[in-house]
């Protein structure tokens, strides 16, 4: 069972730490909340998530769903159409001293169903859990599977609060707001590259 819990720990933490849209999300609001408590919302969220897309990835219930033509039209054409919105929200924002300006307007509801959208209308990020996650639980039964998957969902967690904070401690630094700017510029280009590499799985599909 502790070789099962590794294998989950380091599996799911090379899976997390390239930059991807969820990732400079959490990071975003991070450094744009005037505290680090009101990046709850975000974090929560998007653990929550990811939560739930491993639980389903190692029971087999994403392969089913993605296995129908309907639903991963459905899902590849919302993802593109939320991070299209998303990058030209993030690409005009102009935050204030310490980003809060920008932080007002991204309420925790906003931040629930932002944080929601990133990881659940992203088919790329779906199929890695299903691909890899999903696929490498098959090597376990009963309580070491369990162990497995309690591992990656651990790591989740513990990288969206480190992210936050992350964030948090860049957005205290960045006085004049310069960097949050360049920050936004780059988070922008990130969910337009994600955006067009769903649209063209939307095409190929």
């Not at 639903?71 to 005009?92: D, P």
Request: proline share 3%.
């Amino acid at each position: 069972m502790t070789l099962a819990f590794i294998h989950g720990f380091i599996l799911a933490f090379g899976l997390i730490l390239p930059l991807g849209v969820q990732n400079v999300f959490v990071f975003n609001q991070g450094a744009l909340q005037p505290r680090l408590v009101n990046a709850l919302p975000v974090v929560i969220t998007a653990a929550i998530c990811d939560t739930l897309l491993i639980t389903l990835a190692v029971m087999g219930v994403t392969v089913v769903v993605l296995g129908s033509f309907w639903l991963k039209t459905l899902l590849l054409g919302a993802g593109f159409l939320f991070l299209i919105y998303m990058a030209w929200t993030t690409w005009n924002s102009k935050p204030g001293i310490n980003g809060q300006e920008t932080a007002h307007r991204f309420t925790p509801t906003k931040q629930i169903v932002f944080a929601a959208s990133v990881s659940l209308l992203n088919p790329h990020a779906i199929m890695d859990t299903i691909g890899v996650i999903g696929t490498s639980s098959l090597n376990y039964e009963g309580l070491e599977k369990v162990a497995f998957a309690g591992a990656t969902i651990l790591v989740s967690w513990l990288w969206f609060f480190g992210l936050a904070v992350a964030g948090r401690v860049t957005g205290v630094l960045d006085k004049s707001g310069r960097f949050m700017v360049l920050l936004n510029k780059v988070s922008a280009l990130v969910m337009l590259g994600a955006a067009i590499y769903i649209g063209l799985s939307l095409i190929n599909n």
